[in-house]
């Protein structure tokens, strides 16, 4: 089949598009809970609204995909996300919030169903795991931008007199004077306005989906929902995803309320560095995959995670800020690990199996609702405590996980040898030329 490097070009895009639009409610739920005057219980349903789009439609999405293939699914995709920012930039409001970010939430399950298959057939599969950690890298670099945008557009859109430029004037006259941070989502709908059109004239080419990709049918779901291993792994992605967002979407409130941290300033470059250092962790984490079991990477991440999480909590500002951002780096390899563990535990139906795994992601809505819901009744720290039930769960597969197939490691004596054999043949090979 023909590769082709632009279509990974674009895959790496739709990636950092995902990225951008996904991780951002972070930073500005602090605006949003003073723009709308809303408490912590009330607050916490806005990352709900998102992540439960993952668990309604990550299933669907596969089926879509499937029938329709991945240029529909994914122009779908955009047009959605596109309406979702469009909608709320235009009418802000709470309850405009919620039904806005449910609706960019599943444009962005859609893509990311359909996004790794394309990816695969356009690089090849033989550089399909090199071009997956790349893309990782990329998504991990949106999540570092998008909250420096933010709050670049929002302290400057504040008290906003004229002569900043185009783009800033163009915003001011369609921006509330009191909520600059919604020109954020007038960005938002110009990205996926600019991504409908550049997919609608790309030509895609076609994607057969594997057995691993394809999802099974729904009597194949109910059956892999009744194997003790499949619930327990859907758990692990579960208790990941919330034990991410759960942090990430409140860091900036907790700085704010605890420490008195602009977080349209410092608190936007913590949740900043906290995706960028998640991203550095990802290279780390491929290291440490090639010397040691999965299982001992896992627990030893998750122990780090539980000390940067009691740091962060109980800690003077400094102390606080450098935790969470520390937090994110500890985070790095767990999706992974969770990911390949679950799939190396089962011998079969691994398509429908990764479709009842990325469900899980739902957890990323459960767990910011539940930490704001305890916040709003005893406070944030003590909301945030439950993200110790979530993390204590992943610790727990480094001890009970039992896959079919152990990841393959490199042993320390045979590292020096081969470094060694590696320099010699490079020596060698430039005297040659």
Same mark, same amino acid.
């Given at each position: ?279 550095? #962790?990802?290279?780390? /984490? *491929? $290291? =440490?995959?090639? +010397? ?6 896992? &627990?030893? %991440? ?76 005893? #406070?944030?720290?003590? /909301? *945030? $405590? =439950?993200?110790? +039930? ?6 727990? &597969?480094? %001890? ?34």
């Amino acid at each position: 089949m023909r590769r082709s490097f632009a279509i990974v070009l674009l895959v790496f895009l739709i990636f950092f598009v995902i990225s951008f639009l996904t991780n951002i409610l972070g930073p500005l739920v602090p605006d949003i809970i003073s723009g709308f005057s809303l408490s912590l219980a009330l607050a916490s349903f806005l990352p709900f609204s998102f992540f439960v789009a993952y668990g309604v439609m990550s299933i669907p999405a596969g089926m879509l995909l499937e029938r329709f293939g991945a240029k529909p699914v994914m122009v779908g995709a955009f047009v959605l996300a596109f309406a979702g920012s469009l909608l709320f930039a235009a009418v802000p409001s709470f309850t405009v919030a919620l039904a806005s970010l449910f609706t960019i939430g599943i444009g962005m399950t859609l893509l990311q169903v359909a996004i790794n298959p394309l990816l695969r057939v356009a690089g090849g599969e033989e550089h399909f795991a090199f071009y997956s950690v790349m893309a990782q890298l990329v998504f991990g670099s949106a999540s570092f931008l998008s909250p420096m945008v933010y709050s670049y557009l929002v302290t400057r859109l504040q008290g906003y007199a004229g002569g900043g430029g185009p783009l800033l004037d163009t915003l001011a006259r369609h921006v509330p004077a009191p909520l600059p941070w919604v020109s954020l989502y007038w960005v938002f709908a110009a990205v996926t306005a600019v991504m409908i059109v550049v997919l609608g004239i790309v030509r895609l080419p076609r994607v057969e989906l594997t057995a691993e990709e394809r999802p099974g049918a729904w009597e194949t779901h109910r059956q892999l929902f009744g194997k003790r291993v499949v619930l327990l792994y859907f758990l692990g992605i579960f208790a990941y995803v919330g034990t991410e967002q759960g942090v990430a979407n409140w860091i900036s409130k907790f700085l704010q309320t605890y420490h008195g941290v602009n977080p349209q300033v410092e608190g936007a470059t913590v949740v900043s560095h906290f995706w960028g250092l998640m991203t550095a #962790g990802c290279l780390l /984490g *491929l $290291l =440490l995959l090639k +010397l040691f079991d999965s299982r001992r990477v896992l &627990i030893a %991440f998750a122990v780090a995670a539980l000390a940067c999480l009691t740091a962060a909590l109980a800690g003077t500002v400094g102390v606080s800020m450098l935790a969470f951002k520390l937090f994110g780096f500890c985070l790095s390899v767990m999706w992974s690990i969770v990911f390949s563990l679950a799939l190396n535990s089962l011998a079969e139906h691994h398509g429908t199996f990764s479709g009842i795994l990325c469900t899980g992601i739902i957890g990323g809505a459960f767990v910011p609702m539940l930490v704001g819901q305890l916040g709003n009744l005893f #406070g944030l720290r003590v /909301g *945030l $405590l =439950l993200v110790y +039930l979530t993390l204590g769960y992943i610790l727990s &597969i480094g %001890f009970w996980a039992k896959p079919l197939v152990n990841n393959a490691t490199v042993p320390f004596r045979d590292l020096v040898p081969a470094a060694a054999r590696a320099l010699w043949k490079g020596q060698r090979g430039g005297g040659e030329k």
